[in-house]
């Protein structure tokens, strides 16, 4: 048993009774260099997308990485110039050079990381989703709450300019009152991801989820989001039993409704409407990997001309990510602010997930 290992167990056996840690983070501009410290944990391709990020903005470095492969360990140091790299993640929890942990292992192993790191007051982006049980959501959030330390799940898209555009379209009354969504993400990559991670539906249907959710709680309120009904079905996997197609509906008590379906068993294909009285907002590029450059959203009211809404950027949503996180430890805080996933809303994103896979396993 690794070092690291006996620190997640030691977590997950005290974490009921243990007294609650005080951990304040200062601010990442009192280190020497005046950048941000990234540990990684993770050597999957989605690092490598991080990395590639935080080497895009002058306010952090990565100085070091752990996986469990030695060689794809070193590939990363000679590919990423990073200093430092080891097999125990607990060496970069317990890293006094480490001010913030990047999580990008598969989703069931998120939480007890998080845990871990928060006990270690670390600050922590990890990768969506948030976890795979709602038990062991609650468990992380918990403890960054007792803990006080900076956490944000890894929704990216959020953090990209396009949802600032977004948050003016849905407030500025074009719109009239709310009453449909629309999403759909599909992607053939089952075969790439681990199968501990719970499948189509955290692999990629928490994009049109937590879109979702962001869309009901801007235009109904905070409340609305929790106020509904669901139906769900799905197709299970062969291979491992989870669930690989998955579709749902939704009828909110405002009586707004919903459908969302996700796959990542075949596919490349992405679509997010948003439809009101008075027409419909609709996404013409990918609204969940905002790139560098042109993104589109169109707005084609039921009477008048369509109009092309165009938002240009010379950064793609990883790097606003990145940015984020520097802002909110800059300013002190232990949560991020909207449009990112604050700790509730990444809860209220868990709990339709989750519901709607025991929907799928069980039609």
């Given at each position: 048993?690794?070092?690291?290992?006996?620190?997640?167990?030691?977590?997950?056996?005290?974490?009921?009774?243990?007294?609650?840690?005080?951990?304040?983070?200062?601010?990442?501009?009192?280190?020497?260099?005046?950048?941000?410290?990234?540990?990684?944990?993770?050597?999957?391709?989605?690092?490598?997308?991080?990395?590639?990020?935080?080497?895009?903005?002058?306010?952090?470095?990565?100085?070091?990485?752990?996986?469990?492969?030695?060689?794809?360990?070193?590939?990363?140091?000679?590919?990423?110039?990073?200093?430092?790299?080891?097999?125990?993640?607990?060496?970069?929890?317990?890293?006094?050079?480490?001010?913030?942990?990047?999580?990008?292992?598969?989703?069931?192993?998120?939480?007890?990381?998080?845990?871990?790191?928060?006990?270690?007051?670390?600050?922590?982006?990890?990768?969506?989703?948030?976890?795979?049980?709602?038990?062991?959501?609650?468990q992380l959030i918990d403890a960054v709450r007792r803990n006080e330390t900076f956490f944000v799940e890894g929704l990216m898209y959020?953090?990209?300019?396009?949802?600032?555009?977004?948050?003016?379209?849905?407030?500025?009354?074009?719109?009239?009152?709310?009453?449909?969504?629309?999403?759909?993400?599909?992607?053939?990559?089952?075969?790439?991801?681990?199968?501990?991670?719970?499948?189509?539906?955290?692999?990629?249907?928490?994009?049109?989820?937590?879109?979702?959710?962001?869309?009901?709680?801007?235009?109904?309120?905070?409340?609305?989001?929790?106020?509904?009904?669901?139906?769900?079905?799905?197709?299970?996997?062969?291979?491992?039993?989870?669930?690989?197609?998955?579709?749902?509906?939704?009828?909110?008590?405002?009586?707004?409704?919903?459908?969302?379906?996700?796959?990542?068993?075949?596919?490349?294909?992405?679509?997010?409407?948003?439809?009101?009285?008075?027409?419909?907002?609709?996404?013409?590029?990918?609204?969940?990997?905002?790139?560098?450059?042109?993104?589109?959203?169109?707005?084609?009211?039921?009477?008048?001309?369509?109009?092309?809404?165009?938002?240009?950027?010379?950064?793609?949503?990883?790097?606003?990510?990145?940015?984020?996180?520097?802002?909110?430890?800059?300013?002190?805080?232990?949560?991020?602010?909207?449009?990112?996933?604050?700790?509730?809303?990444?809860?209220?994103?868990?709990?339709?997930?989750?519901?709607?896979?025991?929907?799928?396993?069980?039609?």
């Amino acid at each position: 048993m690794t070092n690291g290992e006996r620190l997640l167990g030691q977590v997950r056996n005290n974490f009921c009774t243990a007294s609650p840690a005080r951990w304040f983070y200062t601010s990442p501009m009192s280190n020497t260099e005046d950048r941000l410290r990234w540990g990684i944990l993770g050597t999957g391709f989605i690092s490598h997308t991080i990395i590639d990020a935080i080497a895009t903005s002058d306010g952090s470095v990565v100085t070091t990485i752990a996986g469990r492969n030695p060689d794809r360990l070193a590939d990363f140091r000679r590919q990423h110039h990073i200093s430092a790299s080891t097999t125990d993640f607990d060496e970069v929890l317990g890293d006094p050079d480490v001010d913030v942990v990047y999580i990008g292992l598969p989703n069931h192993a998120h939480h007890e990381l998080a845990i871990a790191a928060s006990f270690a007051g670390k600050a922590v982006l990890s990768e969506k989703s948030l976890t795979t049980t709602m038990a062991t959501a609650h468990q992380l959030i918990d403890a960054v709450r007792r803990n006080e330390t900076f956490f944000v799940e890894g929704l990216m898209y959020l953090a990209h300019p396009l949802y600032r555009t977004l948050n003016l379209l849905l407030a500025d009354g074009r719109l009239g009152e709310l009453r449909s969504i629309r999403g759909s993400y599909a992607a053939n990559i089952a075969h790439l991801v681990n199968p501990h991670g719970g499948g189509s539906i955290y692999n990629l249907g928490c994009y049109p989820v937590s879109l979702l959710h962001y869309v009901v709680q801007t235009m109904c309120g905070e409340a609305a989001f929790s106020a509904r009904r669901m139906s769900g079905v799905g197709n299970r996997s062969m291979q491992d039993g989870n669930v690989v197609d998955a579709a749902m509906s939704v009828r909110f008590d405002n009586g707004v409704l919903a459908s969302v379906h996700s796959t990542d068993s075949y596919g490349m294909e992405h679509e997010f409407a948003i439809t009101g009285t008075n027409g419909t907002l609709r996404f013409v590029t990918n609204p969940w990997l905002p790139v560098a450059g042109a993104n589109l959203i169109e707005w084609t009211p039921f009477s008048g001309q369509p109009e092309t809404i165009v938002v240009e950027d010379s950064h793609d949503a990883f790097h606003h990510q990145i940015k984020m996180v520097e802002r909110s430890l800059t300013d002190g805080l232990i949560e991020v602010v909207r449009p990112s996933p604050r700790w509730q809303d990444s809860l209220e994103i868990m709990s339709m997930l989750t519901e709607w896979e025991r929907l799928c396993l069980t039609s």
